[in-house]
């Protein structure tokens, strides 16, 4: 795979067709919007390096309650825009008045994007089994950036290590994690997911991260 | 200071300037990407005597709200001085000249963001000169557009940024203090590297043709700038790409 550092303004191809995400067309050639890694395949995609996460239909997030309206819950979603919760998107029937005993200021949820607006109003939903309140377990944060390798293609980093760290992981594509095992497979988990982060931009990383999972287990036992 | 009439200072020796430069020589420039761990994106810029720091946040949440756009990111520019930066202490906060500084340089950027993509939301971006020497809104917006990039804020492109001026009648690249004092004229420029300007200020007297040839110098030493922005921007990912090597010390934590 053909990679490159490029800067916002870079000229990637002069084909405009070959025009992917993170970049834009100018008379008829392409060029790079962000400063990031330009990936040239059939389109040419710019990964950026960093940046705030902009919530898209359909994406799982963690989120924080950050508060409580008539018939919303207003939920912290590590983005430039806040997530609203309707009561209705609520598994069970529940009153006005007792929102808060289903969910408090500072409860954290797994939840997903239901509908995003033009100005950005963002509504989420719980309607799925693997959604809901978060309850045991710990959430940790990473850039979002990094979330397309922790999960890898097609789910193969992800499900490996939720093999051999022997852990549930729901990832969320705002960068934020929860990881529900024992104590000492939690640890490695989050060891892992670090690692990844840091290393994320190398190549032959899974390989990599085996490795890292069977020395580690190594030394446990 | 010592009151200096215009006449009796030399501003070329042997056909260099003061500080040993040609006419058409930049200042040294230092650039380093990413310095401030709490900013979204961060710039640290020396540019001969200047010390500049750049820090973007954003987009984030605008306060206060009656700020807001519903269809745009509105960006926030605040250029400051250090009272330390000028040898007589520079009275702290803002006046008449920073926020004209903040002003012409918000524009001066604002052509390249892409402010669409985020309705509702603000990008703030804050120049801190350390050290002054002539040349410091031209520092602070190639420090900013480095630290907007850093930040992954969509651009159309950099801005690079640099000044001519005009001393004992010789055209000059990038004045610098005692130049700019008690020189002629001063003509700052902001441009993309395909030569779009987004600012051009002048101050003092050019004629038509002085005026044309400064522009021509200011936007070859912008060009020049432009690869040391892009420079300092692909050395940081190297930089973090070699990271791996340290993978033992990572691991026995």
């Not at chain 2, 400051?80 to 000028?86: G, I, K, L, R, T």
């Amino acid at each position: 795979m053909d990679r490159k550092v490029v800067v916002p303004g870079d000229l990637l191809s002069e084909e405009a067709k070959r025009s992917g995400e993170g970049t834009y067309v100018k008379n008829g050639s392409v060029y790079s919007l962000l400063y990031g890694l330009a990936n040239f395949r059939d389109k040419i995609n710019v990964i950026p390096l960093a940046g705030k996460y902009m919530p898209a239909p359909g994406d799982n997030v963690i989120g924080v309650v950050k508060d409580i309206t008539f018939s919303n819950w207003i939920v912290d979603i590590n983005s430039p825009y806040d997530g609203l919760l309707h009561i209705s998107e609520f598994p069970v029937r529940i009153e006005s008045e007792e929102m808060s005993k289903y969910l408090r200021v500072g409860s954290s949820i797994m939840t997903r994007i239901a509908d995003v607006d033009p100005t950005m109003k963002v509504e989420l939903t719980l309607n799925d089994k693997k959604l809901g309140p978060i309850k045991t377990g710990q959430v940790i944060e990473i850039s979002h950036t990094r979330v397309p390798r922790l999960i890898g293609k097609g789910g193969s980093m992800i499900s490996m290590l939720k093999k051999e760290a022997n852990c549930n992981i729901f990832v969320g594509q705002n960068g934020r994690i929860w990881i529900h095992g024992s104590a000492e497979d939690m640890d490695l988990a989050l060891r892992t997911i670090t690692l990844i982060e840091k290393e994320a931009h190398t190549n032959g990383l899974t390989d990599r991260i085996v490795d890292f999972l069977k020395k580690e287990k190594g030394a446990r036992s | 200071m010592i009151a200096m009439d215009e006449s009796d200072i030399s501003f070329f020796k042997d056909g260099l300037r003061l500080d040993g430069r040609r006419a058409d020589q930049l200042r040294p420039i230092k650039i380093e990407v990413g310095v401030l761990a709490r900013a979204d994106g961060s710039c640290y810029i020396e540019m001969g005597g200047n010390k500049v720091i750049a820090a973007v946040y954003g987009p984030r949440e605008v306060h206060p709200r009656h700020l807001q756009e519903a269809t745009r990111a509105i960006v926030r520019y605040r250029y400051n001085m250090a009272s330390f930066s000028v040898e007589d202490r520079k009275r702290p906060g803002p006046d008449r000249r920073s926020q004209e500084l903040s002003k012409v340089s918000r524009e001066a950027l604002e052509p390249v963001i892409l402010t669409n993509f985020f309705p509702r939301s603000v990008i703030d971006v804050f120049i801190e000169v350390l050290q002054a020497d002539a040349g410091t809104r031209t520092a602070g917006i190639n420090a900013a557009a480095v630290a907007l990039a850093d930040a992954g804020i969509p651009m159309k492109s950099m801005i690079s940024s640099c000044a001519a001026g005009k001393v004992a009648d010789t055209i000059v690249l990038d004045p610098m203090k005692e130049e700019d004092n008690f020189g002629q004229a001063d003509l700052p420029i902001a441009m993309t590297p395909s030569g779009d300007i987004t600012l051009l200020q002048m101050d003092g007297d050019l004629t038509r043709d002085e005026f044309k040839r400064a522009v021509e110098m200011a936007m070859h030493g912008a060009k020049d700038i432009y690869e040391l922005q892009r420079a300092a921007l692909v050395k940081k990912y190297s930089q973090m790409a070699e990271q791996p090597a340290r993978e033992e010390v990572l691991v026995r934590d």
